[in-house]
């Protein structure tokens, strides 16, 4: 690979070799991390070359993982629209308040970036029959990619995910069980049945490219705010895989001189009914427990123990953030809230950002003036029946 080092244990630091197959790190079971030769990559003046490049997350080819053009599996994803929010914002007194869009990305999610990736490794590297545990918008994201690669998909997803997501991956041609019980349980599945089927486990950050997708947040946010980053992202976490991604982004950019040593500070937002990330933060633990029985609408962040956990917790304590939960009720009125000011139809995974925003700014852990970004990372037109049944259960 041009520009690609080696593989690098994000706990141990030992190192693997980056053309060959890897799933977690061979000494202490944790995640890879993709390390690239920067020093090289500055030399090239990839920053000046962007304007000439396609609006895709690939225009950034020289920090992403494959080896030549032709092996990226593509369908448009990435470069999303950085919205201002200019009339919520003023309602809560906060001038600079944007949204970065990710559900205009293909399959309607923002799992399309780590998914893109992640398949186009795969097959470079031989794979032929992939396998993920889902909560749904995953799933829907490797069907799709698979179809596009020519390679089997089997995706496993709790029987109460969105109809949407189970939909999404049949219309795209791939198997799809239901599993009774969280992604946890639907991970156990593949774990138990990987090596008999000769499936490749495609868990986020149990192998090393969906992050090197998701990271790409990360470098879009700062070439949209023209290379000076906001005060604070709002990021809803499951896997956490879209924040630690960023957060790596950021310290690659800065090796490249695009960026300072200034970092947005970094807030982890989840649902009151699964909160395992919010729980270790507040007791200033460096890993979560389990989360027991997690229910929330906002599903894709219904995880209940994250394999990156320590990194997330990192993150947030390097960048001075934060964690915090918010309630279902508090959810859905940010949907509508959201929806009726500015007329973007959040996932509920993005709503409880913005609910979430809505208590930092009262208790003035926001200032007035601060730039401030929250993801909508997926579109509120695949929760439909879930919104509908939340709604049932309100009245
Ligand atoms: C997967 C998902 C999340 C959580 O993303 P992580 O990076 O795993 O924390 C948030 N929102 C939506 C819509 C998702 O599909
Ligand atoms: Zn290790």
């Not at 309602?91 to 309607?108: A, C, F, H, M, Q």
Request: proline residues 5%; negative net charge; contains cysteine.
């Amino acid at each position: 690979m041009p520009f690609v080092d080696f593989l690098e244990c994000s706990r141990c630091q030992q190192t693997f070799d980056s053309q060959e197959l890897y799933s977690l790190c061979s000494e202490c079971h944790s995640p890879l991390l993709v390390r690239y030769d920067l020093e090289l990559i500055k030399q090239k003046d990839l920053k000046g070359k962007l304007y000439t490049r396609k609006p895709d997350m690939w225009r950034y080819f020289e920090v992403l993982p494959v080896n030549h053009q032709d092996d990226i599996v593509t369908l448009g994803e990435g470069y999303t629209p950085l919205l201002p929010l200019n009339c919520l914002g003023q309602s809560r007194e906060i001038k600079n308040l944007y949204v970065k869009d990710e559900s205009l990305n293909p399959t309607g999610s923002f799992k399309a970036r780590g998914l893109s990736a992640a398949v186009s490794m795969a097959r470079c590297l031989g794979v032929q029959k992939l396998a993920i545990p889902t909560a749904g918008n995953a799933g829907g994201a490797l069907a799709a990619y698979g179809a596009k690669a020519g390679l089997a998909v089997f995706v496993f997803m709790p029987d109460d995910a969105p109809k949407a997501n189970v939909l999404e991956v049949r219309m795209t041609g791939a198997s799809c069980e239901l599993v009774s019980g969280t992604i946890a349980d639907a991970a156990k599945i593949v774990a138990e049945r990987k090596e008999s089927e000769g499936w490749f486990d495609v868990s986020t950050l149990k192998e090393p490219y969906r992050i090197e997708g998701k990271k790409t947040m990360g470098y879009e946010l700062a070439e949209q705010f023209c290379w000076e980053l906001p005060d604070v992202v709002v990021y809803p976490t499951g896997g956490g895989t879209g924040l630690i991604g960023m957060w790596k982004a950021f310290a690659e950019m800065e090796k490249l001189g695009w960026i300072g040593a200034m970092r947005p500070r970094m807030v982890a937002v989840q649902s009151e009914n699964c909160a395992p990330i919010v729980s270790a933060f507040e007791q200033k633990k460096n890993s979560a427990e389990e989360w027991e029985a997690p229910s929330t609408f906002a599903s894709g962040i219904r995880v209940p123990k994250a394999i990156g956990d320590f990194l997330i917790l990192d993150a947030l304590r390097e960048s001075s953030g934060l964690a915090l939960s918010v309630s279902e009720e508090e959810i859905y009125q940010s949907i509508c809230e959201v929806g009726a000011s500015e007329g973007v139809f959040l996932a509920p995974e993005g709503a409880a950002c913005w609910a979430a925003i809505k208590k930092m700014r009262m208790q003035g852990w926001i200032g007035a003036d601060e730039k401030v970004v929250f993801f909508n990372t997926g579109s509120g037109l695949k929760y439909v029946d879930s919104i509908q049944s939340f709604e049932k259960v309100m009245q």
